[in-house]
């Protein structure tokens, strides 16, 4: 009967020191999970932010265009003909006023011939009747007559070497000449090509905006273009505008001209074109994600002094990943660029990173 009682009261002693064992640490994890739920309700937000400094901005416009010679002109002669001489090498540089071609003249030659000897005629007859009509001896309309005739024998002689200039076909200009179309005893026509000449000192560039910059762009603004097969970059200035939109194509047809571009930069070849509409040299760019819109604009946050401080501010350019603030920031103030669903005037925050 003694050990009966000895084993319950064993027991008992077990279950008293179990039962205590339980209560301190269900009282334990309670004050832990009190101290965590006292730090999670901390309420400052940990943000990113970037300090706000000057930068040069460029407005820029992408489009396409096409390379043209500086001076271009395919080579026709006046008239029809046989070709006596080609003077011109394929491919060469030719000046300005040089002889290309030579057109059998022959005819035209022996015609001035025959023009010499009437004028000779009736320079004798005008000279003859002038000596009479100071003697009296005719009268001012017989003088009349033989110096008309004169002065038409003239005008015929100047008209035949007219025609004989045009035998002769010369360079408009300085340039370079490509490849011929023509031989020596070719006849040809006003409408035979004999040739191509490029004046490639300098060259332009035409090419189109939507319409939407018509109003924005200026003669003198600057553009930058590259062609195919090479990674150079060559720079240009527009110095005519097309007056009327295309009402195609919504878009205002731009020409540049650029002298320094060279041998790789061929007329015909397409171009990629950066137009700069406008250069600052000290704007205020923000990252796009840091804007906030609003009901009558848009909103940045500032830190000051531990705080997250709303600010409303008026925009600008954009470019593919920032903004233009024109007025309500100033250069060195701190801008918070995340977290910006979470915050609010006043808001405690802490920085983690400057970007």
Do not use: C, W
């Amino acid at each position: 009967m003694k050990n009966k009682i000895r084993l319950i009261s064993l027991i008992g002693i077990t279950l008293i020191i179990v039962l205590a064992f339980s209560i301190n640490k269900l009282t334990s994890e309670q004050k832990t999970n009190t101290g965590k739920s006292t730090r999670s309700a901390d309420p400052t937000i940990a943000v990113r932010a970037h300090v706000i400094k000057p930068e040069k901005l460029s407005n820029r416009v992408l489009t396409t265009g096409t390379i043209l010679a500086n001076e271009e002109v395919d080579l026709r002669s006046e008239i029809s003909g046989r070709i006596m001489q080609i003077a011109f090498t394929e491919g060469s540089r030719i000046n300005k006023g040089q002889l290309l071609i030579k057109i059998n003249d022959a005819e035209l030659q022996a015609q001035l011939e025959r023009a010499e000897s009437r004028r000779k005629l009736a320079e004798t007859n005008e000279n003859r009747q002038r000596q009479l009509l100071e003697k009296n001896a005719i009268s001012q309309g017989e003088y009349d007559v033989a110096l008309n005739e004169l002065n038409i024998v003239k005008a015929d002689i100047d008209l035949i070497k007219a025609q004989i200039d045009k035998t002769e076909l010369r360079a408009p200009f300085d340039g370079v000449i490509g490849l011929k179309y023509v031989s020596e005893g070719s006849f040809i026509t006003n409408s035979s090509q004999i040739a191509r000449l490029q004046n490639l000192t300098s060259v332009k560039i035409d090419f189109s905006v939507p319409e939407k910059y018509s109003g924005s762009v200026r003669i003198g603004n600057a553009i930058v273009f590259r062609v195919q097969g090479s990674d150079k970059e060559y720079r240009g200035k527009i110095y005519a505008i097309e007056p009327k939109i295309d009402p195609v194509t919504r878009t205002v047809q731009l020409r540049a001209i650029s002298t320094f571009a060279d041998d790789r930069v061929l007329p015909g070849a397409f171009a990629n074109v950066e137009l700069v509409l406008a250069e600052i040299n000290d704007a205020l760019l923000i990252p796009t994600q840091a804007l906030v819109p609003e009901l009558k604009g848009q909103k940045v946050y500032l830190y000051k002094n531990g705080e997250a401080v709303s600010q409303s501010v008026e925009i600008g350019m954009r470019t593919e990943n920032q903004i233009q603030i024109v007025s309500g920031i100033r250069p060195n103030d701190t801008l918070i660029t995340t977290g910006i669903l979470q915050l609010r005037g006043g808001a405690p925050v802490k920085i983690l990173e400057f970007e």
